[in-house]
């Protein structure tokens, strides 16, 4: 599967800060518990590219179907 393919998986997401000062994000689908933790710097940097890739996705006028994007 690419990054740029549609899915039917459904995963719960959470994102917080652990007790060791790492950042994880968890990801938790049917079978899979996935715990990824980072250094803060990293976090920043992850959060930098999502911000990144969602400006790219508005660019190219694709929203979730159905919805209507509120201004």
Known sequence: MGID??????ANLQIGP?????VRI??????????????????EEIAEELRAA?????????GPKGKSRKS
Do not use: H, N, W
């Open 18 to 22: 652990t007790t060791l000062g790492m």
């Open 26 to 43: 968890y990801v938790e689908a049917e079978g899979v518990d996935l715990p990824l933790d980072f250094e803060p710097e990293e976090a």
């Open 54 to 62: 969602a400006e790219a996705a508005r660019g190219m006028g694709g």
């Open 5 to 10: 393919k549609e899915s039917e998986i459904a």
